[in-house]
């Protein structure tokens, strides 16, 4: 007889299947079913629950508050889809001239270059710090969420400042009152963090975001580069020559990447530039050393690496101090900052 063998799981796929079967337990022991098919099945008390705490959520939130929040994120977002040269936010003299005075998309984007840039400067010149009570007790709770190691790394490293923003990426339970459940688990956190935040559902990947960031600027930037993409996926179902061009400066800037690290990978990725290897300007994971490829988070630019990869390691260095068990599986050694 021919066995199949069984794929064993990594230590990060073992930590996620268990926050998941824990946040289903609190389901089950709150009146939850399985279904025939192996899936949960809330019981109409949980569904009811979940209505009226929508309906409560949705009160709190006037409509009218909910159309000028839609409203100034169109300003902001770009309703083209044709290719154009990046806006260059990271160049310290461009004052975005294109833009007239007193645009509100002006305006949002430069507080989110001053964002970007504060927090550059913490990465570069702060150290972590001992937690309090309080802070242990948060990270505990982050590392306790049914999202993979990688995403609680970035909520850690927002919530810290050591990143502008980021956003979660979570397997759609197929179940929208599951998955309310797990957003709400999801959202307490955050709320503890401090965070502004917003959940979208991309329905070609089947998969659900939440991006999240404490500076509101940078938070109204990112969700609407979001939903530039989400029109996009929309609009190419009736034109499929439609082209999208990911803004890789602004999302670089969401995530806290070096200016080097993010002007390498942009030049990289403009129309017309060789894509040979030796002609690039970011270098290639494979001849990075060995102790760098543990804790590479981000892509490194040729002639700037070793000072790029001092931020992937000052990010290493705080998750050692916020959840050392996170660490572990997360990361191998690396070598101290010189």
């Known amino acids: 007889m021919n066995f199949e063998k069984s794929k064993l799981l990594s230590q990060e796929e073992k930590e996620l299947m268990k926050n998941r079967i824990l946040s289903d337990a609190e389901l089950l022991r709150s009146g939850a079913e399985i279904r ?24 709190r939130n006037k409509v009218s508050d909910r159309e000028s929040l839609s409203g100034v994120r169109a300003k902001i977002r770009e309703s083209t889809y044709k290719y154009k040269d990046p806006e ?11 833009l007239s005075e007193g645009s509100h998309r002006k305006w949002e984007l430069l507080k989110m270059r001053e964002y970007y840039n504060n927090v550059r400067k913490n990465i570069e010149t702060s150290s972590p710090m001992e937690l309090t009570v309080e802070e242990k007790k948060l990270a505990k709770s982050i590392d306790g ?19 502008p923003a980021t956003d979660l990426h979570i397997d759609d339970p197929g179940n929208p009152l599951v998955w309310w459940w797990m957003k709400r688990k999801i959202g307490k956190v955050l709320d503890r963090m401090g965070m502004h935040y917003a959940d979208a559902f991309y329905k070609e990947h089947s998969d659900r975001t939440i991006a999240l960031s404490p500076d509101i ?5 990112m969700v609407s580069e979001r939903q530039r993409y989400m029109d996009y996926l929309e609009g190419k179902h009736n034109n499929p020559d439609l082209r999208h061009r990911i803004d890789y400066e602004k999302a670089g800037m969401f995530y806290g990447f070096p200016k080097t690290a ?39 630019s040729r002639g700037n690496w070793e000072e790029e990869a001092k931020t992937s390691i000052r990010w290493a260095e705080e998750i050692v101090v916020l959840s050392p068990k996170l660490y572990k599986r997360r990361y191998s050694k690396i070598e101290p900052t010189k």
Do not use: C
């Open 217 to 221: 600027s940078t938070f109204d930037v």
């Open 36 to 59: 025939d098919t192996g899936s949960l099945e809330v019981s109409r008390e949980q569904a009811g629950l979940a209505r009226r705490e929508m309906r409560e959520d949705l009160a």
């Open 88 to 98: 260059r936010l990271l160049d310290s003299n461009y004052n975005l001239d294109d």
């Open 262 to 300: 993010i002007t390498a990978y942009v030049e990289d990725h403009l129309e017309g530039v060789p894509k040979k290897e030796s002609e690039r300007n970011r270098i290639e994971f494979k001849d990075l050393p060995k102790n760098i490829q543990r804790v590479a988070e981000f892509v490194y």
């Open 145 to 163: 969420l049914p999202i993979s190691d990688s995403d609680k790394v970035d909520m850690m490293l927002v919530w810290r400042k050591l990143k």
